[in-house]
T-cell receptor, first 112, second 118 residues
Framework: GNSVTQMEGPVTLSEEAFLTINCTYT??????LFWYVQYPGEGLQLLLK?????DKGSNKGFEATYRKETTSFHLEKGSVQVSDSAVYFC???????????FGKGTLLTVNP | DADVTQTPRNRITKTGKRIMLECSQT?????MYWYRQDPGLGLRLIYY???????NKGEISDGYSVSRQAQAKFSLSLESAIPNQTALYFC?????????????????FGAGSRLTVL
């Protein structure tokens, strides 16, 4: 079945540091890949997505590239801010499958 | 008003009690979901509904039941709560479709209902 593995946290960075959160997946066919973000006290919201190999999703300075050869979708940001402190979830949806499969989440804390 | 509203936001109850968590949405979507979030386990799907007459079990439906009262309303019940059901519960909604850019890929979540079972 489909599965998502993302790096375990927590991750603590100083403001303006470079961020990478690793995500790899297992799926049949050609899944769509997503990053969702959960800010403190809120529900999850879509951060970015990529629907086919080599696509790059981007939003709010975050980027992730769909790498089929390495089955990866790593999240990156060049300069994090305190306001980026949140839990980040990698997710996939495989083909006509009805549901999203989520990773376990990575807590990011950015200190001033 | 929020697109997806969950009530209550917080609830403390005792083992054996019946609990209902309610969810309503203003997105006009047909699809609704209930997820459970536990630390270190991510989100796990409890139940989902693709329309008012359609109810399906997710990964962890044992001990839970749902009711889709209308397109906009989807409630989750714990008939006899137990301590290991202590968790953060999320309702979500989405559009339909199967393509890579379909509305089904984008879930809109409520703010969550934190349930503690003593």
């Amino acid at each position: 079945g489909n599965s998502v593995t993302q790096m375990e946290g927590p991750v603590t960075l100083s403001e303006e540091a470079f961020l990478t959160i690793n995500c790899t997946y297992t799926a049949t066919g050609y899944p769509s890949l997503f990053w969702y973000v959960q800010y403190p006290g809120e529900g999850l919201q879509l951060l970015l997505k990529a629907t086919k190999a080599d696509d790059k999703g981007s939003n709010k300075g975050f980027e992730a590239t769909y790498r089929k050869e390495t089955t990866s979708f790593h999240l990156e940001k060049g300069s994090v801010q305190v306001s980026d402190s949140a839990v980040y979830f990698c997710a996939l949806r495989g083909g006509s499958n009805y549901k999203l499969t989520f990773g376990k989440g990575t807590l990011l804390t950015v200190n001033p | 008003d929020a697109d997806v509203t969950q009530t209550p936001r917080n609830r403390i109850t005792k083992t054996g009690k019946r609990i209902m968590l309610e969810c309503s949405q203003t997105k006009g979507h047909d699809r609704m979901y209930w997820y459970r979030q536990d630390p270190g386990l991510g989100l796990r799907l409890i139940y989902y509904s693709f329309d008012v007459k359609d109810i399906n079990k997710g990964e962890i439906s044992d001990g839970y039941s749902v009711s889709r009262q209308a397109q906009a309303k989807f409630s989750l019940s714990l008939e006899s709560a137990i301590p290991n059901q202590t968790a953060l519960y999320f309702c979500a909604t989405s559009g339909a479709g199967t393509g890579g850019d379909s509305g089904a890929n984008v879930l809109t979540f409520g703010a969550g209902s934190r349930l503690t079972v003593l």
